[in-house]
């Protein structure tokens, strides 16, 4: 059981780490234009509602309330497209950023907070996103090659179970759920708007990372997602962490599609078989389509531990 558990590992380091360096030549490769132009060609505004943007591009999906209380963003991707953000937010509106909700601790989804607390405004999240960004912090070397961010990335305001925001005319309520895509997720919910943002508990048409080393189960992103679909209804508009726009159609598909991975996964667990031989087994040939930075073989991996020992 060690050597599986020890391979297991292995593999989700490897997708974890493909995870990392796809993001970064993706940045790198714009960076320089970027700074060229002082405007936004990585950062695309699409308006979803009144008062309601989503901001697409590298990295997770931002959600942009934006309105005469000011600018509330859900997420706000990599710290070097923080003037892009800006200058996409500015041709929306005059009025400042206010408040900033992480739905969870990856770099992808918070690492713009430094810049954006630098113009007032107040980052919040979940404890355990706090609570990691510290520790991972401290467990830091001067000489890792990633070194985990400091305290101007870290959130200032944190809450246990929910949060709500009054602003523009909204209900806006961030929802913990445990153990899911991390231990320290958020889904934040707009009334009477209709829209949820659902971080990366929702991969639109991809595989999705489940970063079981920061407290992630797969079990647990199925329940987030049933969660939201006992939320919404047709209408609903719901923001994905990555890919494109959902309905609670294809809400529903991806509940399924993985609730018939973790079936699959658990039954050749159950009886017996190596995490190898459960990557021989459970192909997932039917949902190849989903392959990206996860694979096939690293979808069965993840399964595989979100069942424990
Ligand atoms: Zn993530």
């Known amino acids: 059981m060690t050597k599986i558990f020890t391979t297991s590992l292995c593999i989700l380091a490897l997708t974890a780490s493909t995870y990392a360096l796809a993001h970064d030549s993706h940045q790198e490769s714009h960076q320089d234009e970027a700074s060229e132009t002082m405007s936004a060609p990585d950062i695309s505004a699409e308006m979803i509602a009144d008062n309601f943007y989503v901001l697409t591009g590298p990295g997770g999906n931002i959600g942009v309330s934006a309105g005469e209380d000011g600018v509330y963003l859900i997420d706000d991707k990599f710290s070097r497209f923080a003037d892009q953000i800006l200058f996409r937010i500015s041709e929306i509106t005059d009025e400042p950023v206010r408040f900033v909700l992480n739905t969870h601790l990856h770099g992808d989804h918070s690492g713009g907070n430094a810049e954006m607390k630098e113009t007032g405004a107040i980052v919040f999240a979940h404890d355990n996103v706090r609570a990691r960004m510290v520790s991972n912090f401290e467990k830091n070397t001067p000489d890792t090659e990633r070194p985990a961010p400091g305290e101007e990335v870290w959130p200032t305001l944190t809450f246990s179970e929910t949060a709500t925001l009054h602003f523009n005319g909204q209900t806006a309520t961030a929802h913990h759920v445990p153990k899911a895509h991390t231990d320290g997720d958020s889904m934040v919910s707009f009334m009477p708007a209709n829209i949820v943002h659902m971080g990366d508990n929702y991969f639109n048409g991809l595989f999705p990372f489940v970063d079981i080393d920061s407290g992630g189960n797969l079990e647990g992103m199925i329940a987030a997602q049933k969660k939201?679909?006992?939320?919404?209804?047709?209408?609903?508009?719901?923001?994905?962490?990555?890919?494109?726009?959902?309905?609670?159609?294809?809400?529903?598909?991806?509940?399924?599609?993985?609730?018939?991975?973790?079936?699959?996964?658990?039954?050749?667990?159950?009886?017996?078989?190596?995490?190898?031989?459960?990557?021989?087994?459970?192909?997932?040939?039917?949902?190849?389509?989903l392959s990206s930075f996860i694979d096939q073989k690293g979808m069965v991996a993840q399964a595989y531990r979100s069942l424990g020992n």
């Open 228 to 289: 939201v679909l006992s939320m919404v209804d047709d209408e609903t508009k719901i923001i994905p962490g990555h890919g494109p726009m959902a309905t609670k159609a294809d809400l529903e598909a991806s509940r399924d599609i993985l609730v018939d991975i973790l079936a699959q996964v658990r039954t050749a667990k159950d009886s017996g078989m190596s995490l190898e031989e459960a990557q021989e087994a459970v192909t997932l040939d039917e949902y190849k389509d």
